[in-house]
């Protein structure tokens, strides 16, 4: 089984969560063109990665929702191909509507980039059965676009089908507005498809994966796909 | 305007009709340019004369525009250039020296790095938001077109006094241009300086830096070669934006400045992004004989560049040139300055497989035009010649100028005993708070740092590391300047900016191995500041040879002034350096407690400390007065090769430099940058440690702090001693608070300097208070 990840023009995390996934699988992801229309044969991950697909230009992800790969993207995960989606790649997959909710500009309205504390609440998934529920990690941000907001009606949906991936909190794992650096509805970082098979978050885990980077709070996520998965 | 049908590969045979019909004498209805029309371009008199004479006949409009530009002081270093040849350019490591887009320097590997840093002053005040942005977008470009992908970019910014209306406004705007420019390209912003001083005011300076990394042999050229081949534009389409942008940063400012805001540039990042990919892709190939970015003076500087060095001629079709909007003359589309554009010059007959790989980056591409014998620079548009110029006698007729030049007086050294003492703890926290000192991260929370996945030393520490990716080799790099110093005396201040960047590699272990400058000042024409433009040279020269640090690209700005006021000299200087091995690395933060803190150099004069033009006599008691510390480069070379080696041995991972603020203000950032606190261990019955304000705040060069096992310590003074290097035990790390044993107070906690410190900026930036501190 392989791993692509997309590349969009714009894009400019794909070279870093390839290295991320080649450190986890030992196994080179293939890189796919965003005016490709179809998977290659095998694929069983598909990586949406951050940058600024299209410049941002309009909304950050709205262009790229509407490339011809997506198209492909969007009836594959239909049939249960899981998607990680991270940064601009979360926001694409809101877009197309993979994942629910938006990301607004951020409360300060300033891009911010630093290191976060975000809380894992769910372990029960492909992307995060390495780590331990309710285990605070630490993870870099890097965004203009990451305040997660989503309506009454969905944000209950969120709850009930236990769909929030990761919160944003402080390094004893509370959530406070102090520990939410951009003004997410209740802290979200992330959250999952209903049947968990996608995931999308705003962290990024592939800068946190190789020790002289910092820390490796976010190569379990790797690890865990690449068990899971490959 | 007729068009003509357009055959963008323009084959050999059409080239031949071409030749038939050049004309030879003036041309086309372009109405002629009077001495009146030269002198608003900027042109002199006599410099006008001279084009006279060498063109035998008076200049079009366009061909005034394209010479104006070319011997602009921006496009030619007319003042500068018979001082800058003073300046050390060779070391064995050093591949490519001043004259290209960018300094290339051997890291070993059969790898290189390349790197420049360039100013965007007028702009970036006219306009911050577009002048800084397309600061980074330029500077990325000459980086690019030497054939490196850009791995990471610095920046040094100087405002006016915070009290000032508009610095504010001016600071947010250009660091959101930085930040919004870098992080969509995908290129991490990893370190810089900022600097506040009244100097600044009206003429803020945005000085910004890309290193890139490329193959030894993949190093390209902008030297034109082979007659009849393609020359190829590459990029945005081009716009009015930027329309005499060169010759706007040759002039002073005045009350109409505003009235510029059309000649500043537009980036766009995101078009840069694709430029940058479809040009490495390209590059990959053996298609490319030579490649120069549009960056000043855009089409004219580039072509004429590229031709002059090859010694060729040019012919441009310019109804090829991608445009933007109907109706550009030949005088726009020569001398626009639209960003993100790149001029090629391709082996014929691969035209097509160039074009593919831009047609893939959705990015324009167009042959316009060809090499030719001619030594001349032909354009076209129309059915008309609009330009023909003779390249060689042109470039030969550059004015220079051997400007007049007195030294100004040196301010008095004064004896710190004279200097008035406060309490160490006031001191202290005026300090850490002052705008030049206290925390930047308002700033670089800003810009995306870590992008690209190797970043391995983030803003704060002495100086940012980036590795070589996929190697364990790492690329140290800082920008250093103290404009307070240069203030005092040019020539010290000159060599100390070179010190100072020496010692930042050094400190974080790497080996320093060459610089590029960006000298910032006033008005040339004015002989004071020739003046210092001649000082801070020779200052960067001795530093240059005594530390054998050469000097591989760089960028004068002149004019920084304003209705007659001049900022203070700022010579930038940004230095590379590199890591053998990335394992072997220093930081700045206490790594833990009962660990001996040793300070490496000694003060001049062997005891107290140097306080003229010290931020301690600025800040603390409202002076700006006095010599700057001397540079002893013999004492700076002994200390780093000393430091380096310990680092390198891996027998230290705790290194801080002392700069500004001096000794406290180094061991303050030490604790606040680990939580753990220290005492200082000062026994004030030694005249070593008198006068003590000027021991915990002189600003005396050559220094470091480390801190080391107890175990060690012994071994390590003894070492010392054996390289004469002078080295002090003066505290013990510990605990969470910064005390100085035998003062009887409390000391300061590591908390409440972290709040000082991290305060400042946001505070002011939400536009809260009175700004504290910053007299000037």
Known sequence: MKVAVVVFPG???????????????????????HAETDLPAGVGLVVVPGGFSYGDYLRAGAMAARAPIMREILARAGEGLPVLGICNGFQILTEVGLLPGVLMSNATLRFICKDVFVRVESSDSCFTERYTDKQVIGLPIAHHAGNYFIDDDGYQRLLDNEQVAFRYCGSDGTTSPLGNPNGSRDHIAGVFSRDRRILGLMPHPERQADPQLGGSDGKPLFDSVVEALL | MRSRPRDPRLTPRRKAFVKMRRPTQPFSSDKCATQAIAAEHGLTSEEYERLLKVLGRVPNMTELGIISVLWSEHCSYKSSKRWLKSLPNQAPWVLCGPGE????????????????????????????????????????????????????????????????????????????????YGNCVGVPT???????????????????????????????????????????????????????????????????????????????????????????????????????????????????????????????????????????????????????????VLQLGQETRARSIFEKWEIDFSVIGHLTESNRMILRQGSQVVADLPIDSLVHATPEYHREWYKSKSDIIFRSEEVPHRPWRD???????????????????????????????????????????????????????????????????????????????????????????????????????????????????????????????????????????????????????????????????????????????????????????????????????????????????????????????????????????????????????????????????????????????????????????????????????????????????????????????????????????????????AGGAEVAGQRS
């Open chain 1, 11 to 33: 894009s400019n995390c794909d070279r870093d969560v390839a290295v991320a996934l080649e450190r986890s699988s030992g196994l080179r992801p293939l890189m796919l063109w």
């Open chain 2, 190 to 344: 990893v370190g810089g300086e900022i600097n506040f001083h009244s100097t600044y005011n009206e003429n803020i300076l945005v000085n910004t830096m890309t290193v890139g990394v490329a193959a030894r042999d993949r190093i390209f050229s902008s030297k034109a070669e082979g007659v009849g081949n393609p020359v190829v534009y590459v990029g945005a389409k081009t716009g009015r934006d930027g329309v005499h942008g060169a010759t706007m940063a040759s002039a002073e400012f005045n009350a109409e400045t505003v009235d510029k805001r059309p000649t500043v540039q537009v980036g766009d990042p995101f078009t840069k992004k694709r430029l940058i990919e479809a040009c490495l892709e390209l590059m990959a190939t053996d298609v490319i004989v030579a490649v120069q970015d549009m960056g000043a003076a855009g089409l004219t500087s580039s072509s004429f560049e590229m031709a002059s060095k090859g010694g060729l001629g040019i012919d441009i079709d310019l109804d090829q040139v991608p445009q933007r909007t109907t109706g550009l003359t030949a005088y726009e589309l020569m001398l626009s300055e639209t960003q993100e554009r790149m001029l090629i």
């Open chain 2, 101 to 180: 887009n960018a300094g290339v320097i051997d890291i070993g590997d059969e790898q290189v790095a390349i790197f420049k840093m360039e100013s965007h002053n007028h702009p970036s005040y006219i306009e911050p938001y577009q002048g800084a942005a397309t600061g980074v977008g330029g500077i990325l470009r000459d980086v690019l077109a030497m054939g490196a992908r850009p791995v990471a970019n610095l920046n040094a910014l100087r405002f006016g006094n915070p009290k000032n209306p508009r610095t504010r406004y001016l600071l947010a705007k250009v660091v959101a241009g930085i930040g919004d």
């Open chain 2, 427 to 765: 001191s202290l926290r005026i300090l850490i708070s002052c705008p030049d000192i206290a925390s930047k991260r308002w700033v670089y929370e800003q810009y995306d740092y870590m992008v690209m996945g190797d970043t391995i030393q983030q803003p704060g520490g002495n100086a940012a590391v980036v590795r070589v990716h996929g190697t364990r080799k790492g690329l140290a790099m800082t920008t250093d300047c103290t404009p307070r110093y240069c203030a005092g005396d040019a020539r010290t201040g000159g060599a100390q900016a070179v010190a100072e960047a020496w010692r930042n590699l050094t400190a974080v272990g790497a080996t320093p191995l060459a610089i590029t400058d960006n000298l910032n000042f006033g008005n040339p024409e004015k002989a004071d500041v020739m003046g210092q433009f001649r000082e801070a040279i020779e200052g960067i020269r001795e530093a240059c040879q005594a530390l054998n640090f050469p000097v591989v690209s760089g960028n004068v700005s002149f004019y920084n002034e304003t209705s007659g006021r001049h900022i203070i000299p700022t010579p930038t200087i940004g230095g590379v350096g590199l890591m053998v091995d990335t394992a072997r690395m220093a930081t700045i933060g206490f790594k833990s407690s009962q660990e001996a803190i040793l300070l490496i150099g000694d003060p001049i004069g062997g005891r107290g400390g140097w306080l003229g033009r010290s931020l301690y006599m600025r800040e603390v008691l409202g002076r700006e007065d006095g010599a700057p510390p001397e540079v002893n480069l013999y004492n700076e070379r002994r200390n780093g090769d000393f430091i380096r080696g310990l680092i390198q041995d891996g027998l230290i991972v705790t290194c801080h430099d002392v700069s500004d603020g001096g000794l406290l203000v180094t061991l303050a950032e030490m604790a606040m940058s680990s939580g753990i606190g220290l005492i200082v261990s000062l026994d004030s019955s030694q005249a070593y440690f008198q006068p003590m304000h000027a021991w915990l705040f002189g600003e005396d060069q050559g220094r470091y702090v480390i801190t080391v096992a107890e175990v060690l310590v012994d071994s390590i003074l003894r070492e010392a001693a054996g390289r004469g290097v002078p080295v002090r035990r003066i505290g013990t790390t510990g605990g969470d608070i910064l005390r100085i044993e035998g003062t009887g107070d409390i000391g300061i906690s590591v908390a409440e300097l972290k709040f000082l410190s991290e305060s400042w900026l946001p505070v002011y930036m």
